[in-house]
């Protein structure tokens, strides 16, 4: 409780002076809950209210367990930009290590029950860096205005990324992602598409060149779920695109051909900072994709998410952080045995594995 409190403490209660129930153990229970399945504000009470007596060895309860309006209010008017800022310090106190290194994956996901009373065509996005080697959520923000481009070139400003390799679908491939990712110390492996027309032909155009002259050329297969796949990579140098486009940092593109089954051979393009050999492109992209096979699939089937249906005002991205939050310590616990659902629900009906599963955080 002391390094929870430490990194909590900083937080403004929005309440002002009248609050009856402390902040800093609120968002304690609430995070308790969530490690034991807990998916909306009406869990979060009833948990604290079955849990009464162990919540008192830990905590003061001045004025007992709040009730699910109190914490639907509380989340709703919290700062969430305050909340994240927590979330990354809270983040580094446990992690096995404070510095990120390899893959961080970026990318955005839709909380599609979070949307207000005719919107929903336009529920709210959370955009999140992810380690592929922490298998952990470094950072996040809601997008604004649900630009997902705009939220991720505010998520590549928090982080620190001298010896890492950031990788982002073709909706992040632009001068400024590019420029951003460079200035903070990492380098990039960016998907091109048709939305940059210019980089696209000239990057097809490069790799013909290379074919001709008979780059190399790795190829890898798998048949991970009974799929039987074939991915060929192919990179090659590029001396003018950089300048010719103003794309800061490129100095390779690179060609990955896969094919699955009888299906169609599909063919992406990549922008690249350095000239990765074949190989190790292969696996810098296959990582990526954790983000989207072991994060967002995790919060979705383990923890509901896309069912959550808390809407009003900041309670979407408050809500959607202490998920993460969860996830990640629930992922850092060292039982490897059991499932993430599992370790939830021995959370849930174990209080001494709620309390191991805290006390691992280093």
Not at 44 to 55: D, P, T, W
Not at 86 to 104: D, H, P, Y
Not at 209 to 233: I, L, S, Y
Not at 251 to 260: D, E, L, P, Q
Request: proline share 3%.
């Amino acid at each position: 409780m002391e390094r929870f409190t430490e990194c909590f403490s900083s937080l403004v209660d929005p309440r002002k002076n009248q609050a009856q129930h402390d902040l800093t153990e609120m968002l304690f229970i609430s995070l308790l809950a969530t490690l034991s399945g807990a998916t909306s504000c009406c869990d979060i009470a009833l948990f604290g209210q079955a849990k009464e007596a162990m919540l008192r060895t830990i905590l003061v309860l001045e004025h007992g367990i709040p009730s699910h309006d109190t914490f639907s209010r509380v989340f709703r008017i919290l700062d969430p930009d305050s909340l994240e800022k927590v979330f990354r310090s809270f983040t580094k106190a446990f992690a096995a290590t404070a510095k990120i290194k390899g893959v961080v994956a970026i990318d955005g996901k839709a909380l599609r029950r979070a949307y207000e009373s005719g919107r929903s065509h336009m529920p709210p996005v959370m955009v999140t860096a992810w380690s592929a080697t922490t298998r952990m959520a470094l950072a996040n923000v809601q997008a604004p205005g649900n630009n997902e481009a705009a939220g991720a070139l505010q998520l590549v400003e928090l982080l620190q990324l001298k010896g890492c390799v950031v990788t982002a679908d073709a909706l992040h491939c632009h001068r400024g992602m590019a420029k951003a990712i460079v200035e903070r110390g990492g380098d990039y492996v960016l998907a091109v598409k048709n939305n940059q027309p210019g980089l696209l032909r000239d990057a097809k155009a490069a790799i013909a060149a290379a074919e001709r002259k008979k780059a190399k050329q790795v190829t890898t297969k798998d048949a991970d779920h009974g799929r039987k796949e074939a991915r060929t990579a192919i990179v090659t140098s590029v001396k003018e695109m950089a300048e010719k486009h103003d794309f800061p940092g490129l100095k390779a593109v690179a060609r990955i051909t896969s094919k699955r089954g009888s299906d169609k051979t599909v063919e992406r393009y990549f922008l690249l900072t350095q000239c990765y050999k074949p190989a190790e492109l292969l696996r810098i992209v296959r990582e990526h994709w954790g983000i989207e096979n072991v994060l967002h699939w995790t919060l979705d089937v383990v923890l509901d998410e896309d069912q959550a249906r808390s809407r009003k005002d900041h309670a979407p991205a408050n809500l959607a952080v202490m998920r993460r939050l969860a996830l990640n310590i629930a992922r850092a616990h060292p039982d490897t045995k059991t499932s993430l659902r599992g370790k939830l629900k021995r959370a849930a009906w174990d209080d001494s594995f709620l309390v191991d599963m805290l006390l691992n955080m280093r």
